[in-house]
């Protein structure tokens, strides 16, 4: 069952990834007010 494990690697990559994202936006939004 290696192929899900993988699968689950990239997904947290994923939300990883998002979560940087918005994480930076906010922050952009701080420092624009």
Do not use: C, P, T, W
């Not at 290696?2 to 690697?9: E, T």
């Not at 990239?10 to 701080?30: G, H, P, T, W």
């Amino acid at each position: 069952m290696s192929g899900g494990r993988i699968a689950k690697q990239a997904d947290l990559k994923y939300v990883q990834e998002k979560e940087n994202k918005a994480m930076s936006a906010i922050f952009q939004l701080r420092l624009a007010k």
